[in-house]
C-alpha cells in the first residue's frame, strides 16, 4: 500500500470537511439563513487559497473565464451543500454528497483523454453501495421525511455541480499552473459572492455573536479541506482515485456524528440497530473502496 501526498490530501481533507460541516451545521441553527453562511465561506475560503500564490504559473488574460465558471460551479456546489444541511442532517447529507465520485468518473471518461481504471470503477461503484447503506434511516415522522427528501436532493445537486468541478479543474489548471489558476478562480467565486448580500435576510452585523466561531471556524475548516484537495487535482490529476479516497467523509461523518456529535449539539447519532448494522456495512464497503485505490 503506498501512501503518496496525492491520495493522504483527499484522506486529510475528508475529515477536515466533517469537521466543518458540523461546525457550520451549529452555526445554520441559530437562525442564519444560507446566504449570508455562503458569503462569509466564500470569503474566507478565498483567503485560504491566496498563499498558493506562491506556487507560480503563467497567467492567461484571454482564458480569464476559465476560472471564472470553475469559480461559478465552486459556488454553486457549496451553497446548494449548505441548503443541504439547513434544516436537514449531516450524516445524510455528507455521504449523498459523495456520490461525486461515481460522476467524476463519468465526467472524466467523457471530457477528458484520461482513461479510468477499472479499479477504479469498482471503487466508485463500491462507494455508491456504501454511500446507499450509510445514508439508511430508520422509521420517521412526515416532518422528518420531508426534510430528508429535501436533504438529499440539495445535496444530489450539490454533488454534480462540485463533480463538473473538478473534472474542469483537472482539464485547465494545467495551463495556468495551480499557483494562478486556483487563486484566480476563488477570486472570482468571491466576487460573486457579493451578489448574495441583496438576499440576505438581515445584515452580517445581526448574526448572533454565539454564532461566530462557529461559522468563522467552520468555514476556515472548509476553506482549508478544499485547498487541500483541490490542489491535489490540481497539482497530480486523476481526479477519480482522488475522489474516491475523498468520499470516505461519507463514513467520517457516522463516525464523527456518532461519537462528538453531542459536542456540537448535534442528536443525529439515535438510531435503530438494524440502521447501525447497515452503517457497518457501508463502512466496510467504503474501507474496501478506498483500498482499491491506495494498493
Known amino acids: 500500500m503506498i501512501l503518496t501526498p496525492f491520495l493522504l490530501l483527499p484522506l486529510l481533507a475528508a475529515i477536515l470537511y466533517v469537521c466543518a460541516v458540523l461546525m457550520i451545521k451549529r452555526a445554520v441553527d441559530a437562525n442564519i439563513d444560507t446566504w449570508r453562511t455562503s458569503f462569509v465561506c466564500n470569503i474566507i475560503t478565498a483567503l485560504t487559497y491566496a498563499p498558493l500564490l506562491v506556487l507560480g504559473g503563467t497567467f492567461h488574460a484571454e482564458l480569464l473565464w476559465q476560472p471564472a465558471a470553475a469559480g461559478v460551479l465552486l459556488i454553486a456546489g457549496q451553497f446548494l451543500t449548505f441548503r443541504s444541511v439547513e434544516g436537514g442532517h449531516v450524516s445524510v447529507a455528507t455521504p449523498m454528497l459523495s456520490l461525486k465520485v461515481v460522476l467524476v468518473a463519468l465526467f472524466t471518461s467523457l471530457f477528458l483523454s ?3 481504471l477499472p479499479r477504479q470503477w469498482v471503487a466508485a461503484v463500491l462507494s455508491t453501495f456504501a454511500i446507499m447503506l450509510l445514508n439508511r434511516r430508520g422509521s420517521a415522522g412526515q416532518v422528518e421525511s420531508a426534510g ?21 479543474v483537472q482539464k485547465w489548471s494545467p495551463l495556468w499552473g495551480a499557483g494562478y489558476f ?11 459572492s457579493f ?6 435576510t438581515a445584515p452580517l452585523n445581526e448574526i448572533p455573536g454565539p454564532a461566530w466561531p462557529w461559522l468563522t471556524v467552520g468555514s476556515f475548516l472548509m476553506g482549508l479541506q478544499s485547498v487541500l ?13 482522488a475522489n474516491v479516497v ?9 463516525i464523527m456524528v456518532w461519537a462528538v456529535g453531542h459536542w ?6 439515535h438510531v435503530s440497530p438494524d440502521v447501525f448494522r447497515g452503517r457497518v456495512m457501508g463502512a466496510v464497503c467504503m474501507t474496501v473502496a478506498v483500498a482499491l485505490v491506495f494498493v
Not at 430528508?148 to 463533480?163: P, Q
Not at 451578489?195 to 440576505?200: A, Q, W
Open 229 to 241: 484537495f483541490v490542489t491535489a487535482i490540481a497539482i497530480y490529476g486523476n481526479g477519480t482515485a
Open 195 to 200: 451578489l448574495m448580500i441583496p438576499r440576505f
Open 114 to 116: 484520461q482513461q479510468v
Open 264 to 269: 456540537f449539539a448535534n442528536r443525529e447519532s
Open 182 to 192: 486556483l487563486p484566480v478562480m476563488l477570486l472570482f467565486s468571491a466576487l460573486l
Open 246 to 254: 475523498y468520499s470516505s467523509r461519507g463514513l467520517w461523518s457516522v
Open 148 to 168: 430528508t427528501g429535501r436533504t438529499i436532493l440539495y445535496s444530489g445537486l450539490a454533488a454534480m455541480a462540485f463533480a463538473m468541478f473538478d473534472v474542469l
